[in-house]
């Protein structure tokens, strides 16, 4: 009787001591967490929260009567969960918004997850006292050479609170180079139709530096008997609004150009070689879809701009948060680790967007699209079409001069074709907003032109 | 015998039961973590990383042979967990990098821990289509009311990329206000001695709306001819570099001022009365020393005025980054559910250095420090003095006529009177950074007093 009790005693001890070394793998592991386990708690609850799959609740976002964080839903949503789809509302295709990048990170959870101490990085300055992470520049770089899209060898790179503020430190840098030779201010154009930014900029900065003097095209023609005149050229290609992979329309010794780089990416064209342009600016909007992150870069051929970018950035801001700049790290890293998964991700569906968009245009004599040209692409090693970020449509009737109008009528919202420089039968549709948005887009031009005079029968 | 097996078998049943209990327990609450643990881990391990507390490793910092973090030693330390003291190195007392502050959060890791999802706020807009966190916009008048350093109530609030970007927004839009009623661009003045920012960034945008004038005495005494001129005065209280709570000295229905309230807090200064201006500007930098974030604000009483700020933002970086937002909601948070505790960590080391200091020079002859008048301060309901976050040292003697060189020559890095607007007989030395900065600079000027003819013996 001893005895069995002994055996009974050895194998409950066993067990014991088996389960305390699970407990102490466990604890040995990724569970022994003190000081971030509270907070990675709360941030898994909240993404816990569905919404159905048309919106999501935030750490810092909408709360409910208990304080408790709640759904903010998609824009033709509603209901505690957003699972009411609203009948009659509009379909919301105006700014380039990413998120239909959104759920590839939701599905790359692990390694896009984020944990910041509350001691990181409350310097002013990185370590070789600049305001720009070693880490993300060599990440970048990596990335560009991954991709094929841009040359960074012997190349200087400066980052900035999106391509926006990257856009503003590239022109005063140029403008201030360009001064020095005359009194007259520099000459800021693009060719129509462009992205209204550039135009912004200038005329809110209203430096005495330069001034914007509207389409390249135009200049171009006047410019002959000027040719002393300092002028930037920007040139966005992809363009923004038409997806063309547009060219500088300028050259000569008093001509910089600015390459508005943001699309150039698998996800919305070929990739044809990579570019090479002595100032190309990239958003990670664009890319990696984090439009709220505010994080974009110059790849800078020249150090003496370089160097004016660099100051533009600290006069105007001290640099880009350090929060930013571990956010876009942290995000670049999971993209290279899983390597062109984000990129087959997106140009799925920006190509099953552009693809649904031009067949239900193919059956109207009202509306029509920019042509897409296929083009050889390097990193997918084949010839492929573009599959644009935005629609480029054209009212093609007399009668609808003023297209944004038309389409408002049949509950569309897109941005007017003067807002690019270019005529009001013009309107931009944005096709990289959340799928819910896409999907209305769709159902509001299916129906326009199903009850269009003489449409093609569907 | 059978019954004493069975008792033995219960037990180890029960016992086994017991810990598989513990172990829902624990998978039920805290450590039941998915997406965010390994980055949790991540950060926790390079948390670990001690560096002799004199340096610290970061998630995006540099990294050894194997890739593995590895530590960022302090200025005047070396070696691979920063033990080495660099015997002759320069005391660093130049920027004025709170990392004084940084200690305070290590010691409050849990509440300031933050964890982000890969798709937190990817879009350029908060659900209310702004670019401001309502949410962080309420922590922050609730702090103000917790301080009662700003009146709050009936004020807009507008978010900048640190107070830098918000001081210019505020002189774009002060001067778009003043120039609609003239053509000559407003004089922007500040009282000497200034901070140097005001004027670089004026000269620097170089715009047709603004002028940078220099002194606002100078201005006043040459103005009464002038009075149709508008005007901006920029306001620093307490002052940098002097740290006197100062006032306008400008008035007059052409006059706008900005108060640079970046100082404004229990830190540096006692707190006669909640600050009441029409527009007042502040920044995470020095409150919770985060100066790396990028985070500022300005309470602003006048909607035409905030909404040429927010227009300012929306053109310059399409608002301040989402996730310096969430890093500011989450220390302002841990602040707030701490009551005083950051301000007694802050006004405790900054007193007693202040004291070290103080006590350092009143031993010389040669070098003297700006004079401090106690006040009656509400947040802390006594007379206390301010504890400045900058000693602004004058060289008494003729032939001293550049202190920098002075102190320069001592191994002493301050930053040159004339920066500020001043004479070179003054150096600002920073006294925020870290605790072996100010070690160092303390050892430095002893020796330096203590080689001095006719210094007073310690």
Not at 169 to 180: G, H, I, K, R, T
Not at 308 to 321: A, D, F, P
Not at 349 to 366: D, I, P, V, Y
Not at 392 to 417: F, H, M, P, Q, S
Request: net charge negative; aromatic share 12%; with cysteine.
């Amino acid at each position: 009787m001893v005895k069995t009790v002994y055996v009974a005693s050895l194998v409950s001890s066993i067990v014991v001591n088996l389960l305390f070394m699970i407990i102490n793998i466990y604890v040995g592991g990724e569970w022994s967490l003190s000081w971030s386990s509270k907070a990675a708690a709360e941030a898994e609850a909240v993404a816990d929260i569905a919404c159905s799959g048309h919106g999501r609740a935030y750490l810092d976002g909408l709360v409910g009567d208990e304080n408790e964080p709640v759904c903010e839903c998609n824009t033709c949503y509603t209901g505690p969960n957003c699972s009411h789809f609203i009948p009659h509302c509009t379909a919301d295709a105006d700014s380039g918004d990413p998120l239909f990048l959104e759920p590839f990170w939701m599905q790359h959870s692990t390694s896009s997850a984020l944990v910041v101490s509350g001691w990181h990085r409350m310097s002013y300055n990185f370590h070789d006292n600049t305001l720009i992470s070693q880490h993300l520049e060599s990440l970048i770089r990596k990335l560009h050479a991954f991709v094929g899209n841009a040359v960074t060898q012997d190349r200087y790179i400066v980052f900035g609170a999106g391509s926006t503020q990257v856009l503003s430190a590239a022109a005063y840098a140029l403008s201030l180079a360009n001064s020095s030779s005359s009194h007259s201010p520099t000459r800021v154009v693009a060719s129509v139709p462009y992205y209204a930014l550039y135009k912004q900029q200038v005329e809110y900065f209203n430096s005495e530096k330069f001034k914007y003097e509207g389409d390249a095209h135009t200049w171009r023609n006047r410019s002959e008997s000027d040719a002393s005149t300092n002028v930037i050229e920007f040139v966005t290609s992809p363009n923004n609004p038409d997806g063309l992979l547009n060219k500088a329309v300028l050259h000569g010794p008093n001509v910089k150009t600015i390459y508005d780089r943001a699309y150039y990416w698998p996800h919305f064209t070929p990739i044809p070689a990579p570019a090479d342009e002595d100032l190309m600016v990239f958003t990670l909007s664009k890319l990696t879809g984090h439009a709220g992150s505010r994080f974009g870069w110059a790849v800078v051929k020249d150090e003496t701009v370089f160097n004016k970018m660099v100051l533009h950035m600290q006069v105007n801001s001290i640099g880009v948060s350090k929060d930013t700049q571990l956010r876009a790290f942290k995000l670049l890293k999971a993209i290279l680790e899983e390597g062109a998964q984000i990129f087959d991700f997106a140009y799925q569906t920006m190509k099953s967007r552009w693809e649904r968009l031009a067949t239900t245009l193919s059956f109207s004599n009202r509306f029509s699209l920019q042509k897409i040209i296929p083009q050889y692409c390097f990193f997918y090693n084949k010839v492929r079409e573009s599959s644009p970020a935005y629609a480029w449509v054209k009212c093609e009737k007399e009668e609808d001069k003023d297209c944004y109008t038309v389409l408002k009528a049949a509950n569309i919202i897109g941005r007017k074709g003067n807002v690019f420089g270019s005529e009001d039968n013009y309107v931009r549709l944005s096709l990289v907003r959340s799928q819910d948005d896409f999907d209305i887009l769709i159902q509001r031009l299916q129906k326009l032109v199903s009850e269009e005079d003489g449409a093609i029968s569907m």
